[in-house]
């Protein structure tokens, strides 16, 4: 039977199977011998030793996609931040270091704004207009009203998503609307897994439906810059890309440079000041960091 991955802890492999439920599986030794680990994640082929206790053995693991670093887990597919409107009040500046950190990764990325009650129309849409380029989808939801939900569970469906944002922010709240919709069985699959906000110090994955996966990111709120090189940090700002041909200095960075398209755009209100300043912000974090 082919399953994925959804825990390890010492030794055994928690593996999920389409509406058949969880194994427990531990992974034969073929592994250790060909150095490779089982991660989370991971599809993977098992034997069932005993239905009744619903153990099994993990035989092969199917080629990954990837395999991300911190966490250490496979076959991410793209990554959802999510940040609060307010309360609390967005740090723009972080979700600008948490997108760095996978755009560098090469995930595609999904920015959710929760708690649209708490803003009028005209915040929600400052906020839409600096991201508006970004090259991320961006969508807007309320745990509270439960409104967008479904938007955001069709953003998700059939895909494993790696979920990151700060405290407070409402994860909990919408992994649990999400959660609502789905059948009995993974219900009890997804209590089994047991989210809870004391528990998760291992990588584990959340079954939102037979084919749908979450994964909760805890200890996000102070994301340090990511290692990139400097050069790379222009990959997070999409909305720079049209402007940059026209800077006079080919491999300008945007800063200091005379006749610079970016800075030009930023002036002329077509590249939103906040996320420029992000940008020389960070900027700055690996210029500094590459003196010592
Ligand atoms: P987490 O720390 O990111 O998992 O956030 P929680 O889901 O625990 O939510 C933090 C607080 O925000 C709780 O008091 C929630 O009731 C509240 N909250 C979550 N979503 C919303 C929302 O859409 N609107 C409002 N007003 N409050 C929300
Ligand atoms: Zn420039």
Same mark, same amino acid.
């Given at each position: 039977?082919? @399953? ?6 010492? @030794? ?9 439920? =969880? ?20 599809? =993977? ?27 250490? =887990? ?83 469906? @059939? ?125 700055? =974090? ?7």
């Amino acid at each position: 039977m082919r @399953g994925r991955i959804i825990k390890g802890i010492a @030794g055994f492999y928690y593996v999920h199977v389409s509406h058949q439920g =969880v194994y427990e599986c531990k992974a034969k030794g073929i592994f250790r011998k060909e150095k490779i680990q089982p991660l989370v994640g991971d599809q =993977v082929e098992i034997t069932i030793l005993d239905e009744e206790n619903r153990t099994g053995n993990v035989i092969t693991i199917y080629p990954r996609q990837n395999q991300l670093i911190r966490p250490l =887990v496979a076959n991410v597919e793209q990554a959802l931040i999510i940040f609060a409107l307010a309360k609390p009040e967005p740090s723009l500046n972080l979700l600008d270091r948490i997108m760095v950190q996978y755009i560098v990764q090469k995930l595609p990325i999904v920015i959710c704004f929760n708690k649209t009650d708490l803003v009028t129309n005209e915040e929600a849409e400052q906020i839409q207009n600096v991201y508006a380029k970004c090259g991320c989808k961006v969508i807007f939801v309320s745990a509270k009203k439960q409104q967008g939900i479904e938007t955001l569970a069709q953003v998700l469906h @059939g895909k494993m998503t790696t979920v990151a944002g700060p405290s407070g922010v409402g994860k909990s709240s919408l992994i649990n609307l999400l959660q609502k919709n789905v059948s009995m069985e993974i219900g009890c699959i997804s209590q089994k897994v047991d989210r809870g906000k004391h528990t998760t110090r291992h990588t584990e994955l959340i079954p939102i439906d037979e084919e749908t996966y979450i994964m909760d990111t805890p200890g996000f709120s102070s994301v340090e810059v990511p290692s990139v090189e400097k050069e790379q940090l222009i990959c997070a700002y999409n909305e720079f890309l049209e402007y940059e041909p026209r800077c006079r200095f080919g491999g300008c960075a945007h800063i200091n440079e005379p006749d610079c398209a970016v800075k030009d755009a930023v002036s002329d209100g077509k590249i939103s000041r906040i996320r420029y300043e992000n940008y020389i912000s960070l900027y700055e =974090v690996l210029i500094e960091r590459r003196r010592y």
